[in-house]
């Protein structure tokens, strides 16, 4: 008997959910996965009272802290006076949109959703129902929920980067049907060629391109301005819609997300985690004539759904929002967030690892190669296992993040609390014994 509560969890966990968790994602080997007892700005302590600093924030949605009482009080306070829904509007809908647009001037109307993976759902459906096309293009690496024609991928983990041909396309798994395949392309980001040719055949059965500007399930791959650009301006000439999903990038990188920090303005747009701080609130939007196809007039696009909108999602999105917009909470993250990255820098020079960061300081992805990957395939060329066996060195000592690299460290407005010394400490002991494991 260990005395710990992780193995009798873990135990009675598999006698009641597949494979002994909620959602595949948190499954990390039964002797791995976490259990979690409480949190408290950023920091969360597991069921056998053992604390970490979290640079994971449950993918991304923690942007000012876990707890955050500000935001706590105020969906309190809603819910207890006027319930958490009625299947009714509020006026507290309008008032988050209006939050929504100061912050994004390229959003003009909006509908609410629950997740990430809704909002995408109904920003491709928006963007079908305006253009009258089926058709929709995505990029290596970037991920826009499980909703089966988003279940594609190039499979680049498996594919040898030496070797002449491209990636093969294949279901994230099971119960994905095989014609969904034939309404989705993949292209490479930044890749100019491949942009032209995806155009120059499809670009006028095309209803939306959709795109992570920062690719936040691909350790931060950006988009370059110029890419970005001539996307942009493909999508205008052939009457495409262009979708920027900034479900993780959005109210994050910069107040108004990615296209804040591009000047470079989509059609649609997706927004979910930081909206919200942790509470479940999603939201699509964009021009008007476009959203304007959203609605229950002949030939209206149907979108809709019990708990939208409701006052849990809808007051903690106001809060949030509220605090995002008027105070310097993004400063303070973007600020934290250099000082962690020069940091972890400063730690892999001493033990002589060739590094790269990508992405903005709110959420950055640390690669070891020499330079910062252009698109998917060049993280295929990273030292992903060394980064892995880091990774796990941190978490041993406290330090929570995802082991794969794919995923960016993400920084909150509580991270200003840790003690960055402790921090370098931890890193410089982890990487030379993550070195001294791969000699
Ligand atoms: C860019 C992006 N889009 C969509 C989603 C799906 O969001 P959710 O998990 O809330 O359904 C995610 C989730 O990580 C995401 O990162």
Known sequence: MTGKKQPLLMAEAHRHMPQGVAENYRYWGDEQTVFVAQSKGCEFTDCDGKTFTDFRLGYGPIILGYRDERVDRAVVE?????GTLSGFSTALDIEVVKQIKALCPQIEKVRFANSGTEAVMGAVRTARGFTGRDRIAIVEGCFHGLYDEMMWKSDVENWDPQGTTAPPVIPFGGGVPARTRELVDIIRLNDFESLESLFARHGDTLA???LEPI???AGSIAATPAWLQRLRDLCTQHGALLLLDEVKSGFRVAKGGAQELYGIHADLTTYAKAMGNGYPVA??????????VVGSHKGGVVHGGTYTAN??????AHATLSILANTDALQTVARTGAQIRDLLGRVFTAAGIQHAFAGPPAMFGVHFTPEVPANYRDWRVTNSSLYRTFAWNLIERGVMLEPDSREPWFICEAH???DLGWLEDIA???IKSACTAHK
């Open 215 to 217: 690719i936040g399930n």
């Open 311 to 316: 006052l849990v999602a809808i007051s903690a």
């Open 78 to 82: 809603q819910i207890t006076q006027r």
């Open 416 to 418: 200003r609390h840790v």
């Open 208 to 210: 939306c391109f959709v």
């Open 428 to 430: 410089t002991q982890s």
């Open 283 to 292: 939201a699509f939007g964009g021009r008007a004539d476009v959203m304007d």
